[in-house]
């Protein structure tokens, strides 16, 4: 009943505080819409440009399969090669198309045509779903004409297709990975913020002297984290599913299960930095210094295949790595309960040993 009471207490210090309440709900959700059409692979509106030297039909009708694609905003027009690299330099542009004087009257004699494809390399990612782009209208308009000049092709045809996304909508990816992002942070505030608060408003010593023991303080000061965190994540649930369509295949008691236990995790991390921490603002620089890699190593950013060999181990000491797999599995791919119970227990233990180490240090401090 005592822990029921300080649970309820500490729920009230964060809900009924104006800034409190307004700074757990209404952030995560901008954040949730913002990131999710502001963060994205997606590339639309592109500036091009277009350098030919042909003027053919065959290449005027190629370019105008790009003046007419909705993802180049802008066709900027060359008249020379030596315009090409101010264009690139200064940025105008990530990518330009250039014919030269022999495109059509090679098409036109069945020889090969080349079309070059100049990209600018600072921006690797982008320009390389440019290129692909360009690439398949280029290949498009490549098996058209041998259609129509009625030259034999090969018989084997590439058809991709793409499983569980089959439109590769970005927001279909980008949504699950921040249900468990921003319930993440949520967690950690709160629970971050709890003792560092306690410690500023000079009621910390009131509790210590109150009939509540060490274990009972730990546990009033973790489960509201824990709460607040999963509540959180449903809401970013209901509103990726409700709002903005993204697709829910799985069961909702298992992800349920899988953000308790994963909040569970966090809430150990947060009650840690609370406990070194003597001011709120300590408390919210901790939360961000452990936020950072946990975003980054978890294979939200990049795939955990793509970094270092040294590196890859230490993905396995971050909840956020288990909880993406989980969001987008049981988003998109209606995973099995063998396959989430998989996940969950890595998750298990690596609670035990953050609320075990943030007990540890939590004592340490109040005796």
Do not use: H
């Amino acid at each position: 009943m005592r822990i029921l009471k300080l649970i309820w207490k500490e729920l009230l210090i964060v809900l009924r505080d104006p800034r409190s309440r307004i700074s757990i709900i209404l952030p995560p959700i901008i954040q949730l819409f913002v990131f999710s059409f502001a963060a994205t692979l997606d590339v639309k509106n592109a500036t091009i440009g277009v350098l030919n030297r042909d003027n053919g039909e065959q290449s005027i009708e190629l370019l105008q399969r790009f003046i007419g694609s909705p993802l180049f905003k802008n066709i900027v027009y060359l008249k020379a090669v030596e315009e090409i690299p101010s264009f690139l330099d200064e940025q105008k542009g990530l990518l330009v198309v250039s014919l030269d004087e022999q495109f059509s009257r090679n098409l036109d004699a069945d020889k090969p045509a080349v079309v070059q494809l100049l990209c600018d390399g600072r921006k690797s990612n982008t320009t390389q779903i440019l290129s692909g782009y360009a690439t398949e209208i280029i290949q498009t308009y490549n098996r058209d004409y041998a259609a129509k000049a009625r030259i034999k092709q090969q018989n084997a045809v590439l058809a991709p297709r793409t499983w569980f996304n089959p439109n590769i909508i970005y927001l279909w990816y980008n949504i699950p990975c921040l249900v468990a992002t921003l319930s993440m942070l949520t967690c950690l505030v709160v629970t971050a913020q709890s003792v560092a608060r306690e410690r500023e408003m000079g009621t910390f010593d009131q509790l210590l002297v109150s009939p509540l023991s060490p274990v009972e303080i730990l546990i009033g000061k973790i489960v509201p984290g824990i709460l607040i965190g999963a509540g959180e994540g449903m809401l970013m649930w209901a509103a990726g599913t409700l709002l903005l369509g993204v697709p829910f295949t799985g069961s909702i008691l298992l992800f349920l299960l899988s953000l308790i236990v994963f909040v569970t995790s966090i809430s150990g991390v947060g009650l840690f930095i609370s406990s070194l921490s003597a001011t709120q603002q300590q408390a919210m620089l901790g939360t961000f210094v452990f936020m950072l890699p946990s975003v980054l190593l978890s294979g939200f950013a990049t795939p955990i295949e793509n970094m270092p060999d040294w590196l890859q181990p230490f993905t396995f000491l971050f909840p956020m790595r288990y909880m993406l797999i989980l969001c987008k599995g049981l988003f998109l791919k209606n995973i099995s309960t063998g396959i989430v119970l998989s996940q969950i227990w890595p998750m298990l233990i690596i609670s035990f040993f953050t609320v075990s180490i943030a007990a540890l240090f939590f004592r340490r401090r109040i005796q």
